[in-house]
């Protein structure tokens, strides 16, 4: 681990995946509550559209990212919540939409396909300084909104209509769900990659109920979780020579199946424990 320190490359990448790692879950806590955890594909998708209008434009991908993936995550939530067009409809026009507008304006900039590869399955040793930097920033904004506004969030994902009752501006903060998660997809699009932000996103907050029982708890963990597969990844890619993103999801996935089995053991063991033993 000590030796990883001496490349100013690494030492990077972990700082980019050390926010990737907490961001993610946090707000995918509340996509989860909300039964909206393929939202992060689609707006990871719609992401690609915004990172090749950087490319055509020279303005800086990351940025262009968050605004494109910002703008359709305020346009998801909205037809949502009018109810002229269902969740899993809007979600296949983001979709086809992102993937479409991506490939169309990356061929216009006269990008390579490398090029766009690093955007969608990341490329976490490329980072630079100011890519950190705006890892950094962005990741902190998400930890601090998700950790502050919980109480609130948590009421708009619990019960839609109770929080409206109770006086909580469910449609403001729904949108606010929906941008954090987009800015989040574009914090990690360099770590895990636009195809794969959706499962950090997902998989440490299924493996963190699998051992809680409280929205905070499961919340907490998650976080976590999603710290210690994000490092993990980059440290295993190094020793491994095997690509970042990929590795970052299969241990959230080993985390998972881990938490899934030594439930279903205690599960079991409670069941056949006789009454009255301790």
């Known amino acids: 681990m000590l030796e990883l320190l001496q490349y100013p490359f690494m030492q990077r990448a972990l700082l980019a995946a050390v926010f990737t790692g907490l961001a993610a879950p946090a707000i995918g806590t509340y996509l989860v509550q909300r039964r909206l955890a393929l939202l992060g594909d689609g707006l990871g998708h719609i992401a690609l559209t915004g990172v090749a209008l950087g490319l055509l434009t020279g303005w800086a991908p990351t940025l262009t990212a968050v605004a494109v993936a910002a703008a359709g995550a305020v346009l998801i939530e909205v037809l949502r ?6 969740g899993d ?4 026009m983001l979709f086809y939409g ?7 304006l990356t061929g216009l900039a006269g990008a390579s396909a490398a090029v766009l590869n690093r955007f969608l399955f990341g490329s976490i040793t ?4 100011s890519d950190v930097w705006v890892v950094a920033v962005l990741g902190v904004l998400v930890l601090t909104l998700s950790l502050v506004l919980a109480p609130q969030l948590f009421a708009v994902c619990q019960d839609e209509e109770h929080a409206k009752v109770s006086g909580v501006p469910v449609g403001l903060y729904g949108i606010l769900i929906a941008v954090l998660a987009a800015v989040t997809i574009t914090v990690a699009m360099r770590t895990v990659g636009l195809l794969l932000v959706s499962a950090l996103m997902v998989v440490p907050v299924a493996a963190a109920q699998q051992a809680t029982r409280s929205f905070r708890a499961t919340h907490l963990v998650a976080m976590g979780l999603g710290l210690v597969a994000a490092v993990g990844g980059v440290v295993t890619s190094y020793e491994a020579d095997t690509q970042p993103g ?5 241990i959230a996935l080993v985390a998972f199946v881990v938490a899934a ?11 056949v424990r006789p009454v009255g033993s301790t």
């Open 261 to 271: 089995l030594v439930r279903v053991v205690a599960g079991r063991v409670r069941r």
């Open 81 to 86: 919540r009018s109810g002229r067009t269902s």
């Open 89 to 92: 409809v809007a979600l296949a």
């Open 98 to 104: 992102g993937i479409a507008g991506g490939v169309l």
């Open 126 to 129: 490329t980072v630079s300084s």
């Open 246 to 250: 990929p590795t970052i999801v299969l």
